[in-house]
């Protein structure tokens, strides 16, 4: 699910700010960009987000920023020194300034930093920690908003399964009816073309094999059932695999009573179930 979570956090001279982002995606992939000299915290980062999340593509940025301490930035007087002889060399009417030392000190390797030498990423990863529990507490805000309105949207479609279903039971027990009718007014024509006679046992076997055939009775009882199963799924704790796994077995059943019933009204709402199951397999890609 998407979602979005920034924090900053502050202890002593140290300055963290973490932005969380979140998009659909049926794997877990994670991506993480981190200052300067904590890079060796990104197996730590990951693992964190692995305990959080199941789903989703993740972009974690965390930016780590450290108040300056007169140790950072030493003078290495020695390249200065060179830097000074060499002007000498190639000017030696040219007078060492203030101005021009201040020129000098901008040139290559005169001030070392060793501002990412002291780092500590070890002992500092408790304060990106605090930072990233903020984040992810307003991700997963964020992301419960969004389930919350899919859960309503999976539970309408099911209620739309339910409703065909019920259109589909009311209409299987006629479909015999309505195919004896037929045969019957078909033989009947027949025969007065023909001057033939027919049994009626043989009439009554024809359609009792044809509605043994088209008995759709086990495959609605099924696919209710799954049903139920899906409603109860989405009140447990990551039901994301459980509610693919039902979902395949409805559009199962609902194959088998399309191609079993032989009925137009009741292929029109199978088609209606296929759909809403599509909808419904669609959204749930993207379920913990």
């Not at 900053?8 to 963290?16: E, F, K």
């Not at 078909?186 to 044809?210: C, H, N, Y």
């Not at 447990?236 to 459980?242: H, W």
Request: hydrophobic share 40%; proline share 3%.
């Amino acid at each position: 699910m998407t979602g979005f979570g920034e924090a900053h956090h502050q202890d002593g001279p140290l300055s963290v700010a973490v932005e969380v982002r979140s998009i659909n995606n049926r794997h877990l992939k994670v991506s993480t960009r981190i200052g300067e000299g904590y890079a060796a915290l990104e197996p730590e980062v990951e693992s964190y987000v692995r305990q959080k999340v199941r789903r989703g593509t993740l972009q974690i940025s965390i930016r780590v920023v450290r108040a300056h301490r007169p140790e950072d930035y030493q003078i290495n007087a020695a390249v200065l020194a060179s830097y000074v002889a060499q002007l000498g060399q190639a000017i030696p009417e040219a007078m060492i300034d203030g101005a021009t030392l201040g020129a000098l000190v901008t040139l290559p390797g005169v001030v070392e930093d060793n501002s990412t030498a002291a780092i500590d990423v070890e002992a500092e990863w408790p304060i990106v920690r605090h930072a990233l529990d903020a984040a992810f507490l307003r991700l997963g805000t964020m992301r419960e908003q969004e389930g919350r309105a899919m859960e309503a949207d999976l539970k309408a479609n099911c209620d739309a399964i339910a409703a065909a279903l019920d259109l589909i039971e009311r209409r299987a027990p006629l479909v015999g009816d309505s195919y004896r009718d037929r045969l019957t007014e078909r033989v009947r024509k027949l025969l007065s073309e023909q001057g033939v006679t027919v049994d009626p046992a043989d009439m009554i076997r024809e359609v009792s094999i044809f509605a043994d055939r088209a008995d759709i009775s086990e495959e609605t009882v099924r696919l209710r059932s799954h049903l139920d199963q899906f409603a109860a799924a989405l009140k447990e704790d990551s039901p994301g695999r459980k509610l693919e796994f039902v979902v395949q077995e409805m559009f199962r059943e609902a194959n088998t009573i399309g191609s079993k019933a032989n009925d137009v009204e009741i292929s029109r709402q199978v088609i209606e179930i296929k759909t809403a199951i599509e909808r419904i397999r669609e959204m749930i890609q993207n379920v913990e």
